[in-house]
């Protein structure tokens, strides 16, 4: 299992951008690798995921057109464009291995990193 760390998120206002970064422990070029985040008293929630050669990206409904995932495997790095965050974007974000069950995309493993923390003013 790899051991990942987030990084970039911060404060913004609404309508703002955002980077984020996960830096893994090891060799992503083969492993399809997805954001998620968790929102205070909510479940974690599938936001992005990339498959492990670049070639399909999927997004949670209501992040499309806003967020662009995308990855560097010579890096170890996979990255989470943020644009028009909304306040509802508020949460801890994640980034994971992850794995596709019928049409909809699971963390693979249980090991979460420390999260990055993202909250939007509005």
């Known amino acids: 299992q790899l051991q990942l760390v987030e990084s970039g998120g911060g404060l913004v206002q609404a309508g703002g951008s955002l980077r984020l970064s996960c830096a893994a422990s090891?060799?992503?070029?083969?492993?399809?690798m997805a954001w998620f985040r968790q929102a205070p008293g909510k479940e974690r929630e599938f936001v992005a995921v990339v498959t492990n050669n670049g070639n399909i990206a999927d997004y949670l409904d209501s992040v499309k057109g806003r967020f662009t995932i995308s990855r560097d495997n010579t890096k170890k790095a996979v990255y989470l464009q943020m644009n028009s965050l909304k306040p509802e974007d508020t949460a801890l974000y994640y980034c994971?291995?992850?794995?596709?069950?019928?049409?909809?995309?699971?963390?693979?493993?249980?090991?979460w990193g420390q999260g990055t923390q993202v909250t939007v003013s509005s």
């Open positions: 994971q291995e992850t794995t596709r069950v019928g049409s909809n995309w699971f963390p693979k493993y249980n090991n």
């Open positions: 090891g060799s992503i070029a083969f492993r399809h």
